[in-house]
């Protein structure tokens, strides 16, 4: 069965650091690019970080830039998000997701084909 | 690139044809997807390359647009669409519309 599993979520007083961490089973991780993307309760998604299948390339929403750091470890099948530096706005749900991309010449294709359960991120003193 | 929903918020009954509207702040082609969100669920993805339906999603899910404009409409709502629906395009990183809730009118 394909499926992502994050862990690591927690409670974190404000300016301290978390490192989420997601498994992947049913599928190699290398073959897929993942990004990861959190929901505060009750309001909308929002992308924070994607990166690319060899880890060649990661990109992050402006807000969390400088503070949250994405890998992987393919061997491991494994996904990870560094969160330092943690302010009560990160407070939210975080899923991992598996990414499907193509591009035909100037048409690229991006979705999110499976999605974990999340992970509670809890910023507070 | 910025994606605006509309509208936030509708209140529909079983059976009635639903229009989402999903509009991008400037071209992206064909590159949108839609997701469902049920509470306290992870979304599910429906639709992608704007009008490709998802293996195993219903039939009454279609979507359509390009450019700047796209559309997801359920031609017949059922009891477990009431939810909420999102659509998504990459941007680096993915970016999300606000969302729109159906409520149960």
């Known amino acids: 069965e394909v499926q992502l599993v994050e862990a690591g979520g927690g409670l974190v007083q404000p300016g301290g650091s978390l490192r989420l961490s997601c498994a992947a089973s049913g599928f190699s991780l290398s073959s897929y690019s993942m990004s990861w993307v959190r929901q505060v309760p009750g309001k909308g998604l929002e992308g924070v970080a994607n990166i690319k299948q060899d880890g060649s390339e990661e990109y992050y929403v402006d807000s969390v830039k400088g503070r949250f750091t994405m890998s992987r470890d393919n061997a491991k099948n494994s996904l990870y998000l560094q969160m330092n530096s943690l302010r009560a706005e990160d407070t939210a749900v975080y899923y991992c997701?598996?990414?499907?991309?193509?591009?035909?010449?100037?048409?690229?294709?991006?979705?999110?084909?499976?999605w974990g359960k999340g992970t509670t991120v809890t910023v507070s003193s | 690139i910025q994606l605006t929903q509309s509208p936030s918020f509708l209140s529909a009954s079983v059976g009635d044809r639903v229009t989402i509207t999903c509009r991008a702040s400037?071209?992206?082609?064909?590159?949108l997807a839609w997701y469902r969100q049920k509470s306290g669920k992870a979304p599910k993805l429906l639709i992608y390359?704007?009008?490709t339906l998802q293996s195993g999603v219903p039939l009454r899910y279609s979507g359509s647009g390009s450019g700047t404009e796209f559309t997801l409409t359920i031609s017949s709502l059922q009891p477990e669409d009431f939810a909420t629906y999102y659509c998504?395009?990459?941007?680096?990183?993915?970016?999300f519309g606000g969302g729109t809730k159906v409520d149960i009118k």
């Open positions: 400037q071209g992206i082609s064909s590159s």
């Open positions: 998504q395009q990459l941007n680096g990183y993915p970016v």
């Open positions: 390359g704007a009008s």
């Open positions: 997701t598996r990414d499907q991309f193509w591009r035909t010449g100037s048409i690229s294709v991006h979705y999110m084909d499976v």
